[in-house]
């Protein structure tokens, strides 16, 4: 569990990171979690326009402060759902 949610492996996500120097957001399929760090695959960087990483990206659990899965993007936006699906699948 982490920022409330309970994460599946294997599932894609939308994270929200903040850290001292930088806000951002990206999408990646769960892995795990590690001591305090979150494994990621399938890593998609939205600065870059959706550049894909492949192998396992990592990132510090404390650095994550909010993720949502598809119910949470179409619940809170009034989009087709065929949209978020296009957006968030890999």
């Known amino acids: 569990m982490l920022c409330n ?3 599946i492996p294997n599932n894609r996500y939308l994270f929200h990171v903040e850290t001292c120097h930088d806000k951002y ?3 990646a399929n769960f892995l795990d ?3 305090i760090t979150l494994r990621l695959t399938k890593y ?3 600065k870059k326009l959706g550049s894909h990483v492949s192998g396992i990206y990592t ?5 994550i402060v909010k993720i949502e899965d598809l119910p949470d993007i ?3 936006n009034d989009i087709c759902p065929t949209d978020v699906v ?3 699948h890999d």
């Open 33 to 35: 979690i590690l001591n």
């Open 5 to 7: 949610k309970k994460l």
């Open 86 to 88: 296009l957006t968030i």
């Open 74 to 76: 179409v619940q809170k």
């Open 59 to 63: 990132i510090p659990t404390s650095w």
């Open 44 to 46: 998609t960087d939205l």
């Open 25 to 27: 957001q990206f999408q």
